[in-house]
């Protein structure tokens, strides 16, 4: 495989499927050679990986999407919520209380374990 190969990773997919030229590769001519098939488990290992990588990243970007709109919705809270005078404080720390529980909500979905199915 050349190194263009390796850095894009839809030529890697059109590199494996090709040689076979019939839809569902390898259903219809399985190949015999142990060596073969070695090769072409090692290339979707690493298809497999790319694919949880990028997974991964497109959860911690919406992960980081719902914080930031928990944000801008305790901001929005805190600008009704100016009294002046003796109250102010215990306001303050009600709005604070409600960010916290906000960005909490928000980070639940991150802190369960992915279940695997079978």
């Known amino acids: 495989m050349s190194d ?4 894009d990773p839809f030529e890697m997919m059109r590199n494996l499927w090709a040689p076979m030229g019939v839809p569902g590769p390898g259903m219809m001519f399985p190949t015999m050679d142990p060596a073969e098939i070695d090769k072409r488990i090692a290339d979707l290992r690493s298809v497999e990986n790319w694919l949880t990588l990028n997974l991964n990243v497109l959860r911690m970007t919406i ?3 719902e ?5 801008l919705a305790a901001v929005a809270a805190m600008q009704p919520a100016k ?9 303050a720390a009600n709005v604070a209380e409600a960010w916290w529980a906000m960005l909490q909500q928000a980070s639940a979905p991150a802190a369960k374990p992915e279940k695997k199915g079978k």
Request: without cysteine.
């Open 63 to 65: 992960q980081g999407l």
């Open 67 to 71: 914080m930031q709109k928990a944000t």
């Open 4 to 7: 263009k190969g390796a850095s």
């Open 83 to 91: 009294p002046a005078g003796p109250d102010a404080q215990p306001a």
